[in-house]
């Protein structure tokens, strides 16, 4: 399979001196056309740095990142935005509050100049599973769930290639949760897209992710297969600390739980 | 009552508790009409937003703020009816006998006070002790959550803690006037998986060694299922189902069923997840 994205030592860094943050050191992965990759690690990981770095949304790195074929400069073009769109975590802080679903849809195909706005808005409402009905109401009258599917409509609408999906369903409740989850798995075998799946859920990324890398310290520690994940052997520990406190309250196990810091 | 496992004198009965919000569209039912009661145990409230759960930990306490109305056929803690008590005697009972833990530290500690001196404040507001004895008194409890450099974070002020640490923080504060029942109110929730388990833990250990009630409520069944004694089941403000956390798995509650169904598993199927379908019989029939 040709790769849709190849990302080779990035690095990220902020402010300087004494305030120096290395966020990111010598991440490398790549993505096979029509797969999801997980990203998965605490706060503090860098995952959705190297997630902001993909996207265009952070200046501040240094590799190589290539997609779609096209190596990337620190500055993207309207192509790029095209090819390339993210779904944020917070359905509450993403949408525009004084704008309509219309107007919050219409932005981008104006951006793009993309004829036949009306049909574009309202097949991709019907796509994400929200009716006509939606189209001229505002953020605060829909609940988080639908939120978050105009927020998917939004980055759909440009018929990109990849989405990068940040956390998307981490303010959901778990039963919105599974119908986001479905959404996304259905859009992705419908339009044969290409998925980045930040989490710091270990059972979403097992569902949604063919492979995954766990990040500390800014760092991957281990890339596996989810396959591996599935039968509890990921190899390295923090990974397995990761995975045990995920199954639940576990008291003996808890006292086992090392501080992992940083490699090399 | 169904569901209650009747001790005789049980730290906290709850009976037919209401909680309503007036608003120009009518009256808001946050809870309508739930009972329980709890032991020196630990003890899970679950459901998703809205459900009422905290608005039922905070009833208990009555730190529903107006225009709420909290009503109840029976309120009652350690023998003290809550509803009848005073605002005086009910000082007298927050903190001290019981408190609570809210969910994220940054909104709950005063960020121009030093964290340790906000801990000896808590114990000096319920306990006549020299300033001495209470900074004494607050190292030892930050102690006890496994702060590992206590002298050091008692001149911390809040922003210079951690997540994790600032809830452990708050959990030495709510602890250290020694109450009989804690209501934790999502209080790892903010917090990595690991960190939120350690935190866990603590309030564990404390439950065991204090014989402590704990009310703890969660959104997160799995967690509960695996952390508390007996669960509550709350949906649009009702009780759905009481069961003991280990027979969670075999709960027969159709809700109950829904919400456990549609959490992914590390080790499940690549398949679409069930989705939830929400009967409107579950609107009218709580337990």
Request: aromatic share 6%.
């Amino acid at each position: 399979m040709t790769s849709m994205i190849d990302v080779v030592k990035l690095n990220v860094v902020f402010g300087d001196g004494a305030d120096r943050v290395h966020a990111v050191r010598d991440v490398s992965f790549r993505v096979p056309e029509g797969a999801t990759f997980g990203l998965v690690g605490e706060s503090g990981s860098g995952k959705s740095t190297v997630l902001r770095a993909l996207s265009g949304l952070n200046p501040n790195w240094t590799g190589r990142v290539v997609i779609a074929g096209q190596p990337q400069g620190i500055r993207r073009d309207k192509a790029f935005y095209k090819l390339v769109q993210m779904v944020f975590q917070d359905p509450y802080g993403s949408l525009h509050p004084r704008h309509t679903v219309d107007r919050i849809l219409m932005e981008p195909l104006a951006i793009h100049r993309l004829d036949n706005p009306d049909r574009r808005i309202e097949q991709v409402l019907g796509e994400v599973g929200l009716g006509p009905a939606f189209r001229f109401r505002y953020p605060h009258q829909l609940s988080g769930g639908q939120r978050q599917r105009v927020a998917i409509a939004r980055a759909l609408i440009l018929e990109p290639k990849v989405l990068l999906l940040d956390e998307p369903t981490s303010a959901l409740d778990v039963s919105v949760q599974a119908e986001v989850l479905n959404l996304l798995q259905r859009l992705k075998q419908e339009r044969g897209l290409t998925y980045i799946l930040v989490s710091h859920n270990l059972a979403v990324v097992a569902h949604m992710c063919d492979e995954l890398a766990v990040m500390n310290h800014g760092a991957v520690v281990e890339e596996l297969e989810v396959s591996r994940l599935k039968r509890h052997d990921p190899s390295h520990p923090y990974t397995r600390q990761l995975m045990v406190a995920s199954l639940g309250y576990d008291r003996a196990a808890i006292d086992r739980f090392e501080e992992f810091g940083r490699e090399g | 009552m169904p569901g209650q496992q009747t001790t005789k004198h049980p730290l906290l009965a709850v009976e037919d508790l209401h909680v309503t919000f007036p608003t120009r569209k009518g009256l808001v039912e946050a809870v309508r009409g739930i009972s329980f009661s709890l032991g020196r145990e630990k003890l899970g409230i679950v459901g998703e937003s809205g459900s009422g759960k905290s608005m039922t930990g905070r009833a208990i306490l009555r730190l529903v703020a107006k225009p709420g109305i909290v009503r109840a056929k029976r309120l009652e803690f350690d023998g003290i009816d809550l509803q009848r008590a005073g605002e005086a005697q009910l000082r007298q009972i927050r903190g001290q006998r019981i408190s609570m833990v809210m969910q994220d530290p940054k909104f709950s500690l005063n960020p121009v006070m030093r964290v340790g001196e906000q801990i000896a404040e808590a114990y000096r507001t319920h306990q006549k002790v020299a300033a001495a004895e209470a900074k004494r008194r607050a190292l030892e409890m930050l102690k006890a959550v496994r702060i590992r450099d206590p002298e050091r974070v008692y001149r911390a002020y809040p922003h210079e803690v951690s997540g994790g640490m600032g809830q452990r923080i708050m959990i030495a504060m709510m602890l250290i006037p020694d109450p009989d029942l804690l209501i934790a109110d999502e209080p790892t929730s903010a917090l990595d998986v690991t960190v939120q388990l350690q935190v866990l833990a603590i309030l564990d250990d404390l439950v065991t060694q204090r014989g402590m009630g704990l009310i703890f409520i969660s959104h997160d069944l799995n967690l509960v299922a695996s952390f508390c004694d007996r669960v509550v089941i709350m949906y649009a403000g009702r009780v759905m189902e009481i069961c003991d956390a280990k027979n969670l798995q075999a709960a027969q509650h159709p809700y109950t069923r829904g919400l456990l169904n549609c959490l992914p598993k590390i080790d499940g199927e690549g398949h679409d997840l069930p989705v939830l379908r929400r009967d409107p019989a579950w609107l009218e029939h709580g337990l």
